[in-house]
């Protein structure tokens, strides 16, 4: 039975949301995360439309994954999400993934903002009054950890923010950086490597035609941290931790 203040999605995977190994995508992975996001907290009336008559949106500033496995094509995920207390000005939310053997595969907790839609100032609305949305428990045992600062190499090539690029709030979608990101690594690394942990933060916004440009550092032996930049004035939009393993041959095996 599913818990009162715990909502809770499957998701088959499906051929166009892997990778060349068979293997859900961390984009993908994420597009799930915000769709049982939006949708508990549509359940609850504080969601996508209740936020438009008042003129607001949910932003998500803060995202760290742990990823003991992706699940695989044909596979089945299910999604669990609850939100926690407020913090100052942030609303934080859990989220904890099933395999079909019922086994824990993936843990995240996230860090989120709502925003006026004309200044993009942080607003608060009073979600605790709902016992349906919150619950005090974190899947992770510390907080989301920060991110060292790397500076952007002059000579990076920048490159345009397409149509494909930009969501319904008419700004970058968080997955098409992660995507970006991702692309950078190049076909080798990601046939020899797997992602383990990802620390996101989102630090400002991208919009239609903006310039952007990716700086990566190589913090230790499987460990790399990537900024984005744009090209005005080179205005850090994104940081990103990702930790990674080497893929062992047993891993390509089929269930």
Known sequence: MQERNVYEQSFPIYSYMVDTNQYLTLPNLMCFMQEVAWAHSNNNNVGWHFLQTKNMFWALVKLHIEIERMPRWNETLRLRTWGRPMEIITYPREFEAFDEDNKRIITATSSWVILNKEEFKPQKIDIARNSNMLRDEMVLEKRIAKIPRIELDENKLFHPVLYSDVD????????????????????????????????????????????????????????????????????????????????????YDTK
């Open 168 to 251: 319904m709030n008419k700004h970058v979608n968080n997955t098409r950086y992660i995507a970006w990101i991702l692309d950078e690594y190049g076909y080798e690394f990601h046939q020899k490597n797997q992602i383990t942990s990802c620390n996101i933060h989102f630090i400002s916004q991208a919009y239609y035609k903006t310039q952007y440009a990716i700086q990566r550092q190589q913090s230790d032996a499987m460990t790399f941290i990537s900024s984005i930049f744009t090209s005005k004035e080179a205005q850090e939009i994104c940081r990103v931790q990702m930790k990674w393993k080497h893929i062992n041959a047993l891993d």
